[in-house]
Antibody, heavy 114, light 107 residues
């Protein structure tokens, strides 16, 4: 059974960097796309980007170069960094596997506030 | 960027009735289209991938159709547990992958 679990600080100050990690169990991480998706409170879903098992990445241009993803296959983890955050980055952040996202983490609420 | 437009925004139906949800893409995405169900406080759940293939464990009352720019999710006989928000999403070879704004299915 594939499981994903997000972890990281729940509160980030404006202008600082949001960092989250997704730990994967029940899967080897090979030949897969590993994604981050977010959902502001009461709003819809926004795809942030993916990191492929080879290390190649694709990011949503709406985030204007503020995003970076990394992969640690030995630890079965992949990570998200979002710089220069504002209140607009307050959201539940999900990690998910694939092109069509068959497996999701439970989500991590990150609040941007001073 | 492909814009995904869902209609209607809200669909009011009674248990046992059929529900038909629409999703339109601003350009062709072939059949690279997925549907998700989301209930309050939960992560989305994949229902349909490749426009018409049910994901593992999804009941047969959920069906998807379409290709190119027009897609439909049909719930043949609504059960109480089907009242939720439904999103479509494309995932073709040209990211960013985008979601529709969602359709709320309510009693």
């Amino acid at each position: 059974q594939v499981q994903l679990h997000e972890s990281g600080p729940g509160l980030v100050r404006p202008s600082e960097t949001l960092s989250l990690t997704c730990t994967v169990s029940g899967d080897s991480m090979n030949v897969q796309y590993w994604n981050w998706i977010r959902q502001p409170p009461g709003k819809g879903l926004e795809w942030i980007g993916y990191i492929y098992y080879s290390g190649s990445t694709s990011y949503n241009p709406s985030l204007k170069g503020r995003v970076a993803m990394s992969l640690d296959t030995l630890q079965s983890q992949f990570s998200l960094r979002l710089t220069s955050v504002t209140a607009a980055d307050t959201a539940v952040y999900y990690c998910a596997r694939g092109w069509a996202f068959e497996y999701w983490g439970q989500g991590a609420l990150v609040t941007v506030s001073s | 960027e492909v814009v995904m437009t869902q209609s209607p925004a809200t669909l009011s139906v009674s248990p046992g009735e059929r529900a038909t949800l629409s999703c339109r893409a601003s350009r062709s995405v072939s059949t690279n289209l997925a549907w998700y169900q989301q209930k309050p406080g939960q992560a989305p759940r994949l229902l349909i991938h490749s426009a018409s293939s049910r994901a593992t464990g999804i009941p047969a009352r959920f069906s998807g159709s379409g290709s190119g720019t027009e897609f439909t999710l049909t719930i043949s006989s609504l059960q109480s547990e089907d009242f939720a928000i439904y999103y479509c999403q494309h995932y073709d070879n040209w990211p960013p992958w985008t979601f529709g704004q969602g359709t709320k299915v309510e009693i």
